[in-house]
């Protein structure tokens, strides 16, 4: 991204600071994503959009999770569901076509509201709470979500519900915001992202007409959340988080140029010391990136040979490098590290919701050796003569 896209964001990066202190919805910095063609990205070609893949959506998150990592979640979720609708239509046709028109005008924003105070993350099985009764127009949706990411600023929440009847069936129901019925029941005061809004909202008898809703099907395993098939996420989550941890090495590389203790004479980045971990830094970032880009860019080109699987382990393993690249350059600088006039703090606080994201580490982890120890076991290379 380069010229007028990188003022835009530069411009966001400037923002990012007093958010994170106010909490207060980012409503500016989302005007200038949209301003940028960020937010309609991943809008598909057949709907008039530029159809970003998945190597590219992870390229954009990863530019705005370097500038602000909560702009750049509420705009995942909205990526995301552009590009699914893109990959496989679900969504009414004229609905769809209204919320795209709407996207080319302003931001238009829309997010999943899956996560319950009682189930936690649908990503470990379950059946919703959050309940569809039947009515003479449609549906009356009752229940509480958690976490809903931009929820002050959304104008879409896709809601996951069970419906009341006798054989419960699941589905998501599409939801305008500001409908009556919609309530903010828990403030998002988390120690990072703190954003991107991600509030608990309760729906109380939400009015639903009958066509705005998709997939509804039975519950069992074919409902649940198919944990290995999200690498068109996974793999953009973990882009963003390693932008995040970029900008904590710019300014660790910044502070290192220009700090000169009045006993060594010359800055610290002349030290052994902090030329080592500099080093480190680099090698656990660029390693992650190679694995997220080039992961994305296998997904993105249908190339059967990477497994979901993979997706799972490049994100595992770009969360743990992105947090532990940032551990180093705190541990290095200190006291300015965790000072809160210091970028390098609050970007402490963000990397530490990356591994936070469904699938958590130990479900991918679980997924993982599952598929290793299901396989069959390869033939012993041949022996003979290697012990003459």
């Given at each position: 991204?380069?010229?007028?896209?990188?003022?835009?964001?530069?411009?966001?990066?400037?923002l990012?600071?007093?958010?994170?202190?106010?909490?207060?919805?980012?409503?500016?910095?989302?005007?200038?994503?949209?301003?940028?063609?960020?937010?309609?990205?991943?809008?598909?070609?057949?709907?008039?959009g530029p159809?970003?893949?998945?190597?590219?959506?992870?390229?954009?998150?990863?530019?705005?999770?370097r500038s602000?990592?909560s702009?750049?979640?509420?705009?995942?979720?909205?990526?995301?569901?552009?590009a699914?609708?893109?990959?496989?239509?679900?969504?009414?046709?004229?609905?769809?076509?209204?919320?795209?028109?709407?996207?080319?005008?302003?931001?238009?924003?829309i997010?999943?509201?899956?996560?319950?105070?009682?189930?936690?993350?649908p990503?470990?099985?379950?059946?919703?709470?959050?309940?569809?009764?039947?009515?003479?127009?449609g549906?009356?949706?009752?229940?509480?979500?958690?976490?809903?990411?931009?929820?002050?600023?959304?104008?879409?929440?896709?809601?996951?519900?069970?419906?009341?009847?006798?054989?419960p069936?699941?589905?998501?129901?599409?939801?305008?915001?500001?409908?009556?019925?919609?309530?903010?029941t828990?403030?998002?005061?988390?120690?990072?992202?703190?954003?991107?809004?991600?509030?608990?909202?309760?729906?109380?008898?939400?009015?639903?007409p009958?066509?705005?809703?998709?997939?509804?099907?039975?519950?069992?395993?074919?409902?649940?959340?198919?944990?290995?098939?999200?690498?068109?996420?996974?793999?953009?989550?973990?882009?963003l988080?390693?932008?995040v941890?970029?900008?904590?090495?710019d300014?660790?590389?910044?502070?290192?140029?220009?700090?000169v203790?009045?006993?060594?004479?010359?800055?610290?980045a002349?030290?052994?010391?902090?030329?080592?971990?500099?080093?480190?830094?680099?090698?656990?970032?660029?390693?992650?990136?190679?694995?997220?880009?080039?992961?994305?860019?296998?997904?993105?080109?249908?190339?059967?040979?990477?497994?979901?699987?993979?997706?799972?382990?490049?994100?595992?393993?770009?969360?743990?490098?992105?947090?532990?690249?940032?551990?180093?350059?705190?541990?290095?600088?200190?006291?300015?590290?965790?000072?809160?006039?210091?970028?390098?703090?609050?970007?402490?606080?963000?990397?530490?919701?990356?591994?936070?994201?469904?699938?958590q580490?130990?479900?991918?982890?679980?997924?993982?050796g599952?598929?290793?120890?299901?396989?069959?076991?390869?033939?012993?290379?041949?022996?003979?003569?290697?012990?003459r």
């Amino acid at each position: 991204m380069t010229g007028p896209v990188t003022d835009r964001l530069a411009e966001l990066a400037e923002l990012a600071a007093e958010y994170d202190r106010s909490a207060a919805f980012p409503a500016a910095s989302l005007r200038i994503a949209h301003e940028a063609g960020l937010l309609t990205a991943t809008i598909g070609e057949r709907y008039g959009g530029p159809g970003a893949g998945v190597e590219e959506t992870a390229r954009i998150l990863h530019t705005l999770g370097r500038s602000d990592p909560s702009v750049a979640l509420i705009t995942a979720m909205t990526l995301t569901i552009h590009a699914r609708q893109a990959a496989a239509p679900h969504w009414p046709e004229e609905l769809y076509a209204r919320v795209v028109k709407e996207s080319l005008e302003r931001p238009v924003l829309i997010n999943h509201a899956r996560v319950e105070p009682d189930l936690g993350s649908p990503a470990r099985g379950g059946l919703p709470a959050t309940l569809a009764r039947r009515t003479a127009d449609g549906w009356s949706l009752s229940g509480t979500k958690r976490f809903v990411t931009g929820a002050e600023g959304l104008d879409w929440f896709l809601v996951w519900a069970s419906t009341d009847e006798p054989e419960p069936r699941v589905g998501t129901f599409l939801v305008p915001g500001g409908l009556p019925g919609i309530e903010i029941t828990g403030r998002w005061d988390q120690l990072g992202l703190r954003a991107s809004g991600s509030h608990d909202v309760t729906f109380r008898d939400v009015a639903v007409p009958y066509e705005h809703v998709v997939g509804v099907g039975p519950h069992g395993p074919a409902a649940e959340q198919d944990n290995r098939a999200g690498a068109a996420i996974h793999l953009p989550l973990a882009a963003l988080y390693l932008g995040v941890a970029r900008a904590a090495q710019d300014f660790f590389h910044t502070f290192a140029r220009s700090r000169v203790p009045a006993n060594l004479g010359r800055p610290v980045a002349r030290t052994e010391r902090f030329r080592r971990t500099a080093g480190e830094i680099e090698v656990l970032l660029a390693a992650a990136e190679q694995l997220v880009f080039d992961g994305a860019a296998k997904v993105g080109a249908g190339d059967s040979s990477y497994s979901p699987e993979q997706a799972l382990g490049a994100r595992v393993l770009a969360d743990r490098h992105g947090v532990r690249a940032v551990e180093l350059a705190v541990r290095l600088l200190g006291n300015p590290a965790l000072a809160r006039g210091n970028p390098l703090e609050r970007h402490f606080r963000d990397i530490q919701c990356a591994p936070v994201h469904a699938p958590q580490e130990d479900i991918s982890l679980l997924a993982i050796g599952t598929k290793v120890l299901d396989e069959p076991v390869a033939a012993a290379p041949e022996t003979k003569g290697l012990d003459r």
